[in-house]
């Protein structure tokens, strides 16, 4: 069974500091990763994906994420947050194999403050 | 493009009352999946449609749960009787055959059901 860890319910960084929301998977196979952000009141957004190829992968609104198979990790990064990044972020997995569907995290909570 | 649209975006019920969820998904996308999500078990997966037939229904959580997808633009989700645990966000997702395989999702805005 694939499953997705997220071990921080939420995470505090100042305006204009670097943030790093994380994420370990467990999957067969090769992993399909995905990170989506959810706004209050609002739908989870789509901002990256891993597939295969460069593990470093860039996603919306300055949002970065590298993939580590050793550590199986795929955590969210961005070199310099804003108040507006304030949200609830999903860590997702799913293997690529046939109709293997995602598994989301429990979410991690991102409150930059001014 | 309208997005994923879901109705009702808010419903209050009480126990025992019969509640449906609708959802249409974005034109031309042939895999819809319901979602459910709740503080305590985060988002879980309740039903997956692909060209909708349902292909994975194993998250569906007891048989006063059923979902439907008559054609490729409207699907709907029942709960009959509701119970206050069925309380929650019920998200409705679609994607396109590509989008499927690689899990790029689009979400709607989800429907607030509280049962009293």
């Known amino acids: 069974a694939q499953s997705v860890a997220q071990p921080e319910d939420q995470v505090n960084v100042a305006e204009g500091n670097p943030l790093t929301v994380k994420c370990t998977y467990s999957?067969?196979?090769?992993?399909?990763l995905f990170w989506y952000v959810q706004y209050p009141n609002r739908g989870l957004q789509f901002l990256l994906k891993?597939?295969?190829?460069?593990?470093l992968v860039k996603g919306s609104y300055g949002f970065e994420a590298e993939f580590n198979k050793s550590q199986t990790s795929f955590h969210l990064k961005k070199p310099s947050a804003l108040v507006s990044d304030s949200a609830l972020y999903f860590c997702?997995?799913?293997?690529?194999?046939?109709?293997?569907?995602?598994?989301f995290g429990k979410g991690t909570m991102l409150l930059v403050s001014p | 493009d309208a997005g994923v649209i879901q109705s009702p975006r808010h419903e209050v019920t009480e126990m025992g009352q019969e509640v449906t969820l609708r959802c249409k998904p974005i034109?031309?996308?042939?895999?819809l999946f319901w979602y459910r999500q709740t503080m305590m078990r985060g988002l879980e997966l309740l039903i997956y449609f692909n060209n909708n037939v349902p292909i994975d229904d194993s998250g569906m959580p007891e048989d006063r749960f059923s979902a439907k997808m008559p054609n490729a633009s409207f699907s709907t989700l029942k709960i009959q009787p509701s119970e206050p645990r069925d309380s929650a966000v019920y998200f409705c997702?679609?994607?396109?055959?590509?989008?499927?395989?690689?899990?790029?999702?689009?979400f709607g805005e989800g429907s607030r059901l509280t049962v009293l």
């Open positions: 034109s031309g996308h042939n895999s």
């Open positions: 997702a997995v799913r293997g690529n194999s046939g109709y293997s569907t995602l598994t």
């Open positions: 999957v067969s196979g090769n992993p399909y």
């Open positions: 891993y597939i295969t190829g460069d593990n």
């Open positions: 997702a679609s994607s396109d055959i590509d989008g499927a395989n690689t899990g790029e999702l689009f």
